[in-house]
């Protein structure tokens, strides 16, 4: 019986092709292999060198200076937050009955601001009824009051509020203050009021009153067209009455006695307080020195 062979141990034809391009190329898919990876070893290497170069050599001055420039930016945020002007701040609204159903009002303003003075509108909203707008100002670092007198509303009401609008707020020029507002203010605001004096035994066409007075001194050596008057009668530390009066063309030097008459003759008066304001920034309140 004859013997049998199986050549190529069983591989197929494509087989045997591939076997042979292996054995024929071996050598050259070897190179091949090899320098892939190390191109790859190269490509890798290279990333983490550059990365690592990046890091230390080339972005991280720039982004430090990004920092310090945003440092930079939220110093300069601050400064410009802390050069704001702050909110002017109001006390409560005062309510005074006067004569024939009418009501006066009363509030002090305070103004934090060594640098800036404001000017603005204002009313009081007594139970839903506004009183006439006026025009008002405050002058840098400063407390002054606000006053509406003989308002009648349709309704008396015990409390009322204040309402502000158009607020302009105006940053002192140190040219236009020698370079020092305080010392600015101090020699222009020199008012002083002497022998203040309250009493309630006054009669006037048969009718009792209470009187005020008071000796008004323009100390400064500046002259103003009109210089406001704000009397306040105190009971204790709480405010019961309310006037004001202007005076015209107030000399340097010049001391005038004042008497304010109250209709509603208050009682029990501890403490009066005169408050005067002129604005200092307006440069047509100067008296002429030939008015002198």
């Known amino acids: 019986m004859a013997e049998t062979y199986n050549i190529g141990s069983g591989l197929s034809e494509q087989e045997l092709d591939l076997a042979s391009f292996w054995v024929r190329n071996r050598s050259l898919l070897q190179k091949i292999s090899h320098g892939l990876l190390i191109g790859f070893s190269v490509l890798t290497w290279g990333f983490v060198l550059w990365s690592l170069l990046d890091a230390y050599a080339i972005s ?45 009002f009363l509030v002090e303003l305070t103004n934090p601001n060594a640098q800036w003075m404001a000017t603005f509108t204002y009313q009081f909203n ?83 009153v209470g009187q005020s007075s008071f000796d008004f001194t323009n100390q400064s050596a500046y002259g103003y067209w009109n210089v406001d008057l704000t009397v306040v009668l105190f009971r204790g530390t709480i405010p019961v009455g309310v006037t004001t009066i202007t005076e015209h063309e107030v000399k340097p030097g010049e001391q005038r006695p004042v008497t304010i008459n109250w209709f509603e003759n208050p009682s029990g008066i501890t403490k009066t307080e005169v408050q005067a304001n002129t604005n200092i920034f307006d440069p047509n309140n100067y008296l002429e020195a030939a008015r002198f």
């Open 60 to 104: 991280y001055p720039r982004e430090a200076r990004i920092t310090q420039i945003v440092a930079n930016n939220q110093l300069a945020i601050q400064g410009l937050e802390s050069s704001r002007p702050k909110t002017v701040q109001s006390s409560e609204v005062s309510v005074f009955s006067a004569t024939d159903g009418r009501e006066d």
């Open 126 to 208: 007594s139970n839903g009824e506004l009183t006439p707008q006026r025009e008002g100002y405050i002058l840098p670092n400063s407390q002054r009051y606000l006053t509406e007198l003989g308002f009648t509303p349709q309704k008396l009401a015990p409390t009322a509020r204040l309402v502000v609008d158009n607020i302009q707020w105006r940053r002192v020029n140190p040219n236009e203050v020698d370079g020092n507002y305080q010392d600015f203010a101090a020699r222009r605001l020199l008012f002083d009021f002497a022998n203040i004096d309250f009493q309630k035994t006054v009669t006037l066409a048969n009718q009792d």
